[in-house]
């Protein structure tokens, strides 16, 4: 049966307040498909009596968390879109580099890092472009509001489709190995990423000043005011000299005016003014 207006409404509420995430009227098949299935797997006997136990509970019970995280679209892949990667290992990681000489520390976070491919690839391009950081403190962190996506990329373990999408050959030959028709990233590369739970509405009790922000792929859900309040912290936990990277449909412009857009060919990167 499909969703009621009532219902959508409060769902929309749910993971707008919760997660920033606005889902506009003409999501509801979204809201169907995505939580039918939860509904089933919990015995309910249809989306709406999941919903009816839901509006009874404090929004803090785990079937809100499970609701929002099936709302939260997690789409991403190795290396993506390429040009953000390379203005990183030309330019702006030779930079830092220069500019860290002293304390031989380099850190990146990835703010919204879904299964892991963006904080990996990362990894990745350190250890194959960078071999003068062999002995720095190279410190890479993912975080997620998605409790799902996070144990994926704990696991680092990706189906063909995945490693096909973006992943040089050459990567996936010196750094995966395959048992069960998975790819597993191997330990060496796995190491050197942290992951953890991080609602972006949140206050956000990761330490580093930041070299890398990667806040790539997740504001495009948020309205306005949430952009405007991320991007304001986002100012303060920024390392001086530090960068901060969005995805290619997303910008500070007209947002934020403290953040300085720095054109690397066909990539933006942000510093602060
Ligand atoms: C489309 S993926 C982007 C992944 C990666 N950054 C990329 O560009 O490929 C968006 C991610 O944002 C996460 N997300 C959505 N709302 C969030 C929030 N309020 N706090 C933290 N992460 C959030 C989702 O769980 C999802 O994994």
Not at 73 to 86: A, K, V
Not at 123 to 149: C, Y
Not at 238 to 263: F, R, V
């Amino acid at each position: 049966m499909p969703i009621s207006a009532s219902d959508f409404q409060y769902i929309a509420g749910l993971v707008r307040a919760h997660a920033a995430i606005v889902l506009e009227p003409g999501k509801e098949y979204l809201v169907e498909t995505r939580l039918e299935p939860i509904a089933r797997k919990e015995g309910y006997e249809s989306l709406a009596d999941m919903i009816h136990v839901l509006r009874s509970m404090p929004p803090t019970e785990w079937l809100h968390a499970a609701v929002i995280d099936a709302l939260t679209t997690n789409e991403t892949l190795f290396f993506r879109d390429f040009h953000p990667f390379e203005a990183m290992r030309q330019t702006i990681i030779p930079r830092i580099i220069e500019q860290r000489q002293q304390s031989r520390q380099l850190t990146l976070w990835s703010a919204a890092c879904s299964s892991g491919q963006e904080p990996y690839s990362f990894a990745m391009m350190i250890r194959e472009a960078f071999p003068q950081l062999k002995d720095w403190i190279i410190t890479i962190v993912g975080s997620d509001i998605s409790t799902s996506s996070l144990a994926r990329a704990r696991q680092a373990a990706y189906s063909q489709f995945e490693v096909n999408r973006g992943l040089p050959a050459i990567y996936m030959a010196k750094y995966f190995t395959q048992k069960d028709g998975l790819w597993h990233l191997k330990d060496e590369i796995k190491r050197m990423v942290q992951f953890r739970n991080q609602n972006l509405l949140h206050p956000w009790p990761l330490i580093p000043a930041w070299d890398i922000i990667l806040l790539r792929n997740v504001m495009i859900y948020f309205d306005i005011p949430a952009k405007q309040g991320i991007l304001r912290r986002m100012r303060t936990t920024l390392a001086p000299g530090g960068y901060m990277m969005l995805g290619a449909a997303e910008t500070t412009l007209n947002i934020d005016p403290s953040w300085k857009p720095i054109p690397y060919g066909h990539t933006v990167a942000y510093q602060t003014c």
